[in-house]
């Protein structure tokens, strides 16, 4: 049966994938791309890839489609790393503070 309507549509030219989509999710190749299970976010970045969010795992179809889309993006972010030597440690991020003026004062 055709989904319509749904929020996350496998099909559009975008760069956030969604959980009906997970074999697109490419670890480490931009910094753009996001894919959505549930309410968990897996964002990724060229160094690094951020997880946050949170999500549920009922004993559901639902559930069980949910889990496997964690499991294949779990799955493809070990293989990118262990595709390439890896560094030691990447560098910390770190950002300069910009002192603004203050709009209240």
């Known amino acids: 049966m055709p989904k319509t309507g749904a929020p996350h549509d496998p099909d559009r030219s975008s760069d956030t994938r969604s959980e009906a989509s997970p074999v697109r999710f490419a670890p480490f190749a ?3 791309a996001v894919q959505t299970i549930g309410g968990l976010s897996v964002e990724n970045g ?3 890839i951020a997880i ?3 999500l549920d795992l009922a004993r559901d179809a639902r559930g ?3 889990a496997r889309a964690l499991a ?3 799955a493809a972010i ?5 595709a390439a030597p890896l560094p030691e440690q990447v560098a910390e991020e770190s950002r300069s503070a910009d002192t603004v003026k203050n709009p209240f004062a």
Not at 78 to 82: D, G, I
Request: glycine letters at 4%; zero cysteines; hydrophobic letters at 45%.
């Open 30 to 32: 931009d910094d753009a």
């Open 46 to 48: 060229r160094d690094r």
């Open 52 to 54: 946050h969010g949170s």
């Open 64 to 66: 069980l489609e949910r």
């Open 72 to 74: 294949a993006a779990f």
């Open 78 to 82: 070990v293989a990118a790393l262990e």
